[in-house]
T-cell receptor, first 116, second 111 residues
Framework: DADVTQTPRNRITKTGKRIMLECSQT?????MYWYRQDPGLGLRLIYY???????NKGEISDGYSVSRQAQAKFSLSLESAIPNQTALYFC???????????????FGQGTRLTVV | GIQVEQSPPDLILQEGANSTLRCNFS?????LQWFHQNPWGQLINLFY???GTKQNGRLSATTVATERYSLLYISSSQTTDSGVYFC?????????????FGKGTLLTVNP
């Protein structure tokens, strides 16, 4: 089984619908992240969380919200989906390094979301 | 924020050929990773290499942090090496603790 699991793997939804993407991890990492990938743009950070009580906006948080239900679970919500949120979404985990930054990050399998 | 540039953007090889992919970054880093995104979209960790040299089978990587670049070497390429290779860095001077990704190198290995 994967250490970082995302559900669903694929989803098609209609404009205006609320949708939740879920992420769970078995690595015991305290830091969790949601990234979005668009063609030709690489991955960009949406939200990140350093522990259950710590939630931070990334560079493209508008239109998204998150919930850290437990150390192992971090969900991403689109309150009212729009077509330009069609993308590949990745959850990632890491732990704090001695220097205070991150050690190696591990990514889930990705969720391919299409908003029609 | 930190800038990450990867080159070349596209690369086509015949099976068995060797290649070098480059990642330049604009500031000091305390984390650098190389990923392979396969045709199914999965991101596979290749190397965690903020400095020095590592090898894993036919792949190796070198990061020269003082000169702000990293290289990924692929030897005796195989068709299964096809996909996009990403370099991602964490800026040591920043407070975001996030990975900044380059735009990737699209590698196609033909049989």
């Amino acid at each position: 089984d994967a250490d970082v699991t995302q559900t669903p793997r694929n989803r098609i939804t209609k404009t205006g619908k609320r949708i939740m993407l879920e992420c769970s991890q078995t690595k015991g990492h305290d830091r969790m992240y949601w990234y979005r990938q668009d063609p030709g743009l690489g991955l960009r950070l949406i939200y990140y969380s350093f522990d259950v009580k710590d939630i931070n906006k990334g560079e493209i948080s508008d239109g998204y919200s998150v919930s850290r239900q437990a150390q192992a679970k971090f969900s991403l919500s689109l309150e009212s989906a729009i077509p330009n949120q069609t993308a590949l979404y990745f959850c990632a985990t890491s732990i704090k390094s001695v220097s205070g930054g991150d050690t190696e990050a591990f990514f889930g399998q990705g969720t391919r979301l299409t908003v029609v | 924020g930190i800038q990450v540039e990867q080159s070349p953007p596209d690369l086509i090889l015949q099976e068995g050929a060797n290649s070098t992919l480059r990642c330049n970054f604009s500031d000091s880093v305390n984390n650098l990773q190389w990923f392979h995104q396969n045709p199914w979209g999965q991101l596979i960790n290749l190397f965690y290499i903020p400095s020095g040299t590592k090898q894993n089978g036919r792949l190796s990587a070198t990061t020269v942090a003082t000169e702000r670049y990293s290289l990924l070497y692929i030897s005796s390429s195989q068709t299964t090496d096809s996909g996009v290779y990403f370099c991602a860095v964490e800026n040591s001077g920043g407070s975001n603790y996030k990975l900044t990704f380059g735009k990737g190198t699209l590698l196609t290995v033909n049989p």
